[in-house]
């Protein structure tokens, strides 16, 4: 090649841009609220297959009264309403206020301690079905809670809980339906499993 080619032009070269100003003004985007849940909460959160298998033990979707006690964000919730419950039939208790806020679109919310709420109302009202993944310290005083609003409320069949608990966990009427991964819960490193009573 010459060696021409590799010299810059005399005159500089210069190109003609056109702006379009036809564009669509692009929609602001509005910042996503982070919740902070501190350790205090004790929510860890039902990873979604764990909830959707928690949820095919429960049963086939009905007419009945469902109580998800400790809620938190909601994916147990999700998992209920996406395998056909109905959220009319869905009561949820959070004490967070932020994360009870966010519980809405699934069902009814109640935002109190479950164990103040289960001591109000026991007696006035019968869940023939409770699906949950109670604080970990306390799993003994919740599940015994849980239980004692449970009842047929007019069904045939017989309630049934399923829950998410520490694999130390024993309650004599449990059914271990499986246990999981050890790093299903790896900031808590605590090992669960998923058991189901019935009444």
């Known amino acids: 090649m010459k060696p021409s080619v590799y010299k810059r032009p005399a005159k500089p070269l210069y190109m003609t841009v056109t702006r379009r100003r036809d564009f669509e003004a692009l929609p602001k985007a509005e910042p996503v609220e982070i919740v902070a849940v501190d350790r205090a909460t004790e929510c860890h959160v039902t990873p979604p297959e764990v909830a959707a298998r928690m949820v095919a033990y429960l049963g086939a979707p009905g007419d009945k009264l469902t109580l998800e006690p400790s809620a938190g964000t909601g994916n147990l919730s999700r998992a209920l309403l996406e395998s056909g419950h109905s959220r009319y039939e869905l009561v949820q208790v959070e004490r967070h206020i932020k994360l009870s806020g966010m519980l ?49 409320n007019g069904h045939d069949c017989a309630p049934r809980l399923v829950a998410l608990v520490p694999i130390t966990f024993q309650h004599p009427d449990a059914e271990e339906l499986e246990t999981l991964p050890d790093d299903t819960f790896a ?12 009444r």
């Open 104 to 152: 809405h679109p699934f069902g009814s919310v109640i935002n109190r301690c479950f164990l103040e709420y289960a001591a109000e109302a026991r007696g006035k009202v019968e869940f023939p079905r409770v699906i949950m993944n109670p604080p970990f310290s306390e799993v003994r005083k919740h599940v015994a809670a849980a239980l004692s609003l449970m009842g047929r």
């Open 187 to 198: 900031t808590a490193k605590v090992r669960t499993k998923v058991i189901r009573i019935f």
